[in-house]
């Protein structure tokens, strides 16, 4: 089975410029989360997907948006990037939505974006 | 609002002895939490979870945490520590706020592991 996949791996935007960056679940999952990884802030959560609905959101401005397909992949997208959205962003599947259901998350190697 | 605390910047410990990190939360209610690690060559993977029942959980690679409600505490064990468990450990609380589910971490705690 194949795991999670997030393009792409790596990408540098200079500020202002938006960027959009792509999630494919394991097969079967129909639950994305995505999440934003700094030094400086450490792991936050984004928001989650499940059957094209976004489920549940963390404390992001609107510049952070994102959307899910019929197949279950899943696009973040960031508006009018900052230097501070430069970050490991990482996405990661489940079978089902929500903490209190989750039996296994599984996360991708994340796409590490650089804003100049 | 919620928050997580993670005390221990960096743990060093030999190969063989026993482990426990620390994270405490705060919240009125229990909320659901969670322990996650995270290694160079492995990314991000969730080693346990508690949501209710049984103080104890038990996790993947012979990991287990012990929730204290008096304590507010849910602190991460393993009783014979391995070289592969060198990685960064976060422990994580999720609670519902607002009609949406929201997850906070704690700002990690480093492992090295010593022959």
């Known amino acids: 089975k194949a795991g999670v996949t997030q393009t792409p791996r790596y990408l540098i935007k200079t500020r202002g410029q938006q960027v959009t960056l792509s999630c494919s679940p394991i097969?079967?999952?129909?639950?994305v989360s995505w999440y934003q990884q700094t030094p400086g802030q450490g792991l936050q959560f984004l928001f989650e997907y499940f059957s094209e609905t976004q489920r549940n959101k963390g404390n992001f401005p609107g510049r952070f948006s994102g959307r899910q397909f019929s197949n279950s992949r899943s696009e973040m997208n960031v508006s009018t990037l900052e230097l501070g959205d430069s970050a490991l962003y990482l996405c990661?599947?489940?079978?089902?939505?929500?903490?209190?259901?989750?039996?296994?998350?599984?996360f991708g190697p994340g796409t590490r974006l650089l804003v100049l | 609002a919620q928050s997580v605390t993670q005390p221990d910047i960096h743990i060093t410990v030999s190969e063989g002895a026993s482990l426990e990190l620390r994270c405490n939360y705060s919240y009125g209610a229990t909320p659901y939490l969670f322990w996650y690690v995270q290694s160079p060559g492995q990314g991000l993977q969730l080693l346990l979870k508690?949501?209710?029942?049984?103080?104890l959980v038990q996790g993947i690679k012979g990991f287990e945490a012990e929730f204290k409600r008096s304590q507010s505490s849910f602190n991460l064990r393993k009783p014979s520590v391995h070289w592969s468990d060198a990685a960064e450990y976060f422990c994580a609380v999720g609670l519902n706020s607002g009609g949406y589910q929201k997850v906070t971490f704690g700002t990690g705690t480093k492992l090295q592991v010593i022959p």
């Open positions: 097969s079967g999952h129909r639950s």
């Open positions: 508690y949501f209710s029942g049984d103080t």
């Open positions: 990661a599947s489940s079978p089902r939505s929500g903490l209190g259901v989750v039996e296994t998350q599984y």
